[in-house]
């Protein structure tokens, strides 16, 4: 097994990396500063390391980098600065999931490729989360209106939900929504559901980066937990 990580040096992306790579899977990357990778990451065979800027590749380079990979994950995110908030690429997480997809149907492997893309509990599923509060919806409004990220990571989740489906002979996805991220140490005890169990806005929980790393390895590698969480949106909390 191979797997594509985009946004392999951010903050939970190093972890997801690690994370695959003791479970002896091979891992292909794209950064601009493999330096960032962990050092335990950089010294194993299992890592490819491609050096450059993920968007910056043309459309038949995304399918070479992508041809013989079983699966993607995205950790891609917008740095916290006003810069990484509201400077260039405005839709970095939503584009990559789009030219990313596309490189996959383009190679046409004979089994569906697992894409799993990090989101957060802000974003909505309209197939399972129940109707907002109204108090929610008009704060959410406003956050979607003022912090373009949270709108890049909703189209981002909406382009699997909506255009790729969950009938794709060539993409199979689950779309991974912590709340709060938070840093740790070691993998800890997590709960998983279909829709958020409390209010992202105004009763947000808390997920360890390490956690989401754990569950996303695990989605990889155990069918039974990708079979039960195709095509949806599970929100993750420590426990």
């Known amino acids: 097994m191979k797997v594509f990580v985009a946004g392999a040096t951010g903050a939970t992306g190093r972890l997801v990396v690690d994370q695959l790579l003791e479970r002896k899977i091979e891992v292909k990357v794209v950064v601009r500063s493999p330096e960032r990778l962990t050092d335990e990451s950089r010294k194993n065979t299992l890592l490819n390391v491609i050096e450059g800027s993920l968007l910056n590749f043309n459309d038949e380079e995304f399918a070479q980098i992508v041809d013989d990979c079983d699966a993607v994950v995205s950790c891609l ?3 916290l600065t006003l810069k990484g908030i509201y400077g ?4 970095l997480v939503s584009e990559a999931t789009r ?12 089994l569906p490729v697992k894409y799993i893309l990090m989101n957060t509990t802000g974003n909505r599923n309209p197939d399972a989360d129940k109707p907002m509060p109204l ?6 409004g406003l956050i979607r209106l ?13 382009y699997l939900n909506r255009v790729i489906g969950q009938s794709d002979k060539n993409i199979d996805w689950v779309a991974v929504r912590p709340d709060t991220l938070l840093n740790a140490e070691e993998v800890s005890e997590y709960e998983l559901f279909p829709s958020p169990v409390r209010s992202p806005i105004f009763n947000a929980g808390q997920t360890s980066r390490i ?5 996303m390895a695990e989605l990889i590698t155990n069918k039974g937990l990708w079979d039960k969480w195709k095509g ?4 993750i909390y420590n426990k």
């Open 77 to 79: 995110g917008h740095n």
């Open 232 to 235: 949806q949106m599970p929100v």
């Open 135 to 140: 108090g929610e919806k008009i704060v959410l």
């Open 88 to 91: 260039a690429p405005r839709r």
């Open 211 to 215: 956690n989401v790393a754990q569950f």
């Open 146 to 158: 003022l912090v373009p990220p949270h709108s890049d990571n909703e189209r981002a989740a909406n």
């Open 99 to 110: 030219r990313l997809c596309n490189a996959v149907k383009v190679n046409n492997r004979d």
